[in-house]
């Protein structure tokens, strides 16, 4: 267990900057999630907290250590950490049980003890009955079991997740994030999980960084990124809300050239800016609502999403009402929203 | 179907019945007591050596090499894959009459440079060693690929685990290319011991002299009818040897085929060298120059120095009179016509072959190239020393009078390389997208039509390339040639091995020479031209 500290760190590969002055703070024991669109540089991240990559600028600290930085090049085989790659990378030419050994019998740990340590590091992932299989005759999940078990065998001061569920289907998905959420309440390790899966994030971690072209946009508790988002950007990720450009004035907010009355929270906002809309937040068939094109419908399961045009944007509404008799226009009113003032730069 | 009787008959004719009369002839025979008699004892220990040598050779050069250039951040690290693929394409013979210029012990130019005798190239150490390097592609190439299989996770996994770089290569990546290495270090170890030429020229006139198996044939079957059946019962030997190493050899590409996944989704993030790089960078640079580069270097100085083993100025005597002889140009010739000859059968029958999709023809017709030249040749000559005839109901009679013709060589060529065709149009025909050729027969197109038109374009580059590589390998054949050519007629190959074994290895030169830059201008052509059909 450890804390993990990254002070304004650069890093380009060749012409394209790829990580722009990312600074953050981990406390020892704690689970951050770095969440973003692909290619926004979450994994470049993981990669120098790792020493798999090296920062153009700016440290890197694992405790208090100094790990990465100017003239600083701790490489990944001293920094005692863990990884699970999305890919899992378990050694087909070693069984389960050779795996998992691997960095204890690096560590110069005793035979019996490796024996012990894996037989344990095994019971964790649910895996103690594979121990002498190959890789080859294992399935997806249980390869990432196995990837785990190997990363925790040798208690890291911090594990590394990138993407580690995203090779999964649906169902072994969501029975993984479980047992990762029960190890970490059992281990307490320190933990930095990369994803693209908003609610991975906002369900694992109790810090989630939200990542944009190399870039921290936000970085707080998963119920202040969802509830109270920093930015349009987070807002457009986190909460699949519907960004609008316009005005407010007067109680209203006009994009489009198409005014929306705004929910009692916002009525004294004025001024030019962005008006993040969640997909739910939106009433439909109301007679104080604006009439909008529907332009498709689209059935759910547990709901309905309607496709409303606003000049030339689409307007993604999600309700629970089957709202089947409007065709041609429907009447959409806002019932909760956040507001974004245009920055005066 | 009528097609696959067809192929299978004339393979058949070619080379199962051979092969069958070959192991007929050995009944009867005492081969116990040929097997250990003691000249031939020493020659299948020569083969034995030379052989473990030459693949021991090449597997330790190279399983770093591939290392260096697949997962290391090796400057130059593409020019260096050529450079130690360079020896694929080059007659083994070449290479050999190469380290005779630098390393004869009297005329040597290293000898001449160092002080005479420092280096002998004769001998079974010499022999190892040059079909090392003629035989280290066979390692190269397999252990590459299967490297180039390796995502760079498995190896970050070993170094987040607590491995460094060095560790790190030999506890993953070595062992996963393991398979292929090996398998392809018993594939070397089949080439040398089926290997001729370069165990005549760097064993037979050694002190003490080194026989093979192949060198102990061919001195039988001159000895005429009597040798012959003792050549026969050697063959086997030789048959044996090559059957239990392919088996081997394929028992190990099967279990390193089951450890790495298909080539999709690969990335491989270079390793970085650090402070290893530029001493790294120049050890492999100087040893593709000292083992391939040099050789061809003295080759070309040998044609040029008036009087071999004296360094006295240049002349270009050797290239007027081997130009203007006209043994030379009859030789080239007849090497030029065969060549293109076989190189036309071994794509047309290949492609046929590939298109009838039955496993069972494609694997016999790959057969052949395993068999060592000096077996097939004898088994040729078993086969068809006298015409043969069938006759179909007492009245169409078929004669086949092949026997010392130059016909009997061009099956030989053939046969022998339909493997090229056959694996290069099975690879190409696996690849084809099937719906052009769908759509040819959608908009009309007749299926014949439909072939010439949409799957035919698609082949061309493979085919060629089979066409080059046959073409190649039989402009200078040597070791059938030196068996099946009928006397007083000569191709290049034949050629080459008298003048450098007899009398004059400067006219020799000026072939090799000639040869060499044949290669580099075909090579380039066809590169030049399956990047056009690519773009
Ligand atoms: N070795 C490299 N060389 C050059 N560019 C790279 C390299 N690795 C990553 N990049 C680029 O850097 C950017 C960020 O990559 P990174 O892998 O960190 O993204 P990511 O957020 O993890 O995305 P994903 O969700 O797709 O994995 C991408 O545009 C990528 O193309
Ligand atoms: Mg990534």
């Not at chain 2, 398998?183 to 064993?203: D, E, H, N, Q, T």
């Not at chain 2, 039955?358 to 006298?386: H, Q």
Request: aromatic share 6%; proline share 5%; net charge positive.
């Amino acid at each position: 267990m450890a804390s993990v500290t990254l002070s304004s760190v650069h890093k380009a590969y060749g012409d394209t900057k790829v990580v722009k002055g990312i600074s953050l703070e981990l406390k020892s024991g704690g689970f951050l999630a770095l969440l973003g669109p692909s290619g926004c540089g979450k994994t470049t991240t993981l990669r120098m907290i790792a020493g798999l990559e090296n920062v153009d600028a700016g440290t890197i600290h694992i405790d208090s250590q100094l790990v990465d930085g100017p003239n600083v090049r701790i490489p990944p085989e001293k920094r005692e950490l863990g990884m699970v790659f999305q890919s899992y990378a378990v050694w087909p030419h070693r069984s389960v049980k050779e795996n998992v050994g691997y960095p204890l019998s690096l560590r110069g740990v005793s035979k019996s003890d490796i024996d012990r340590r894996v037989k344990e590091a095994l019971d964790w992932v649910r895996l103690a009955a594979f121990a002498d299989r190959m890789p080859s005759q294992l399935s997806g999940g249980q390869l990432q079991r196995v990837a785990i078990a190997r990363a925790l065998v040798a208690q890291p001061k911090v594990l590394l997740l990138d993407e580690p569920l995203s090779n999964l289907d649906m169902a072994l998905r969501e029975e993984l994030r479980g047992e990762i959420a029960a190890l970490r309440a059992r281990l307490g390790t320190t933990m930095i999980f990369v994803t693209h899966d908003q609610h991975e994030a906002l369900a694992l971690a109790d810090h989630v960084a939200v990542m944009n072209k190399g870039v921290i946009e936000q970085l707080d508790s998963p119920r202040t990124i969802y509830e109270a988002p920093a930015t349009p950007y987070v807002a457009g990720f986190v909460g699949g809300s519907n960004l609008l450009e316009g005005t407010a004035a007067d109680g209203t907010f006009t994009s489009h050239g198409i005014s929306f009355v705004l929910p009692d929270s916002l009525k004294t906002v004025t001024g030019p800016g962005t008006l993040a809309v969640r997909a739910e937040a939106m009433a439909l068939g109301q007679p104080d609502g604006t009439p909008l094109p529907l332009l498709a419908r689209l059935f759910l399961g547990h709901s309905m999403e309607f496709r409303l045009a606003l000049g030339d944007q689409i307007l993604r509404v999600i309700n629970s009402a089957d709202e089947a008799a409007g065709t041609g226009t429907l009447t959409a009113r806002i019932t909760a929203a956040h507001f974004f003032p245009a920055s005066r730069t | 179907m009528k097609r696959t009787i067809a192929l299978g008959a004339a393979l058949g004719l070619f080379f199962v019945l051979p092969l069958a009369l070959l192991l007929t002839r050995a009944f009867g025979v005492d081969w116990i007591a040929i097997w250990t008699a003691s000249d031939n004892l020493r020659a299948l220990q020569g083969t034995l050596i030379t052989s473990l040598g030459a693949a021991l050779f090449a597997l330790t050069l190279a399983l770093p090499i591939a290392l260096l250039v697949t997962r290391t951040a090796l400057p130059g690290r593409g020019l260096v894959r050529g450079l130690f693929t360079l020896p694929a394409a080059l007659p083994p013979f070449i290479l050999g009459m190469g380290w005779v210029s630098l390393a004869n012990p009297k005329a040597g130019l290293l000898n001449l440079a160092l002080g005479s005798g420092t280096f002998d190239i004769y001998g079974s150490i010499g022999i190892s060693f040059v079909l090392g390097i003629a035989g280290l592609p066979l390692v190269f190439l397999p252990t590459v690929a299967a490297l180039s299989r390796i995502d760079s996770s498995l190896e970050e996994a070993a170094r987040i685990s607590g491995a460094g770089p060095v560790r790190t290569l030999l506890t993953v990546s070595v062992p996963l290319a393991a398979p292929a290495a090996l398998s392809g270090a018993s594939l070397c170890f089949l080439f040398a011991a089926s290997a001729f030429g370069v165990p005549y020229l760097l064993g037979v006139t050694a002190t003490p002299p080194t026989p093979t198996l192949t060198t102990r044939i061919y001195a039988e079957i001159l000895m005429g009818a009597e040798g012959l059946s003792r050549a026969v019962v050697l063959s086997l030997e030789l048959l044996v040897i090559a059957a239990i190493v392919l088996l081997a050899s394929r028992a190990l590409s099967a279990r390193g085929a089951v450890r790495l996944a298909s080539g999709k989704g690969i990335s491989i993030r270079p390793i970085e060298l650090g402070r290893a790089r530029w001493p790294l960078t120049i050890t492999v640079f100087a040893l593709a120059i000292a083992l391939v580069v040099l050789p061809l270097l003295a080759v070309a100085l040998t044609s040029v120095q008036p009087v071999w083993g004296q360094l006295s100025g240049l002349s270009t005597k050797h290239w007027s009179a081997v130009l203007a002889n006209p043994r030379t140009i009859d030789a080239t010739l007849r090497s030029l016509a065969l060549a293109t000859a076989a190189a036309t059968l071994v794509t047309t029958f290949g492609l046929a072959i590939a298109q009838t999709k039955k496993r069972s023809l494609e694997l016999l017709s790959t057969a052949p190239y395993a068999i060592p030249g000096t077996v097939l040749a004898l088994a040729l000559v078993v086969a068809f020393s006298r015409d043969v005839r069938f006759v179909f109901l007492d009245r169409i009679a078929f004669v086949f009078a092949v026997a010392n013709t130059l016909s009997m060589l061009l099956i030989a060529y053939t046969v022998k390389h339909l493997a090229f065709g056959a694996r290069n149009a099975a690879d190409a025909l696996a690849q084809v997208d099937t719906s052009l050729t769908e759509a040819a027969r959608l908009s009309g197109a007749s299926p014949m039509r439909a072939f010439f038109d949409a799957t035919l374009p698609q082949l061309r580059g493979p085919l060629l390339a089979a066409f080059v590589v046959t073409f190649l390998t039989c402009v200078t054949e040597l070791t059938l040639s030196v068996l099946l050519l009928p006397t007083g007629r000569d191709v290049l190959g034949t050629l080459l091995f008298e003048l450098q074994s007899y009398a004059d290895p400067g006219s020799a030169a000026v072939i090799a020479c000639a040869f060499v830059l044949l290669v580099i201008v075909l090579q380039l052509t066809q590169a030049v031209a399956t990047r056009k059909a690519a773009r």
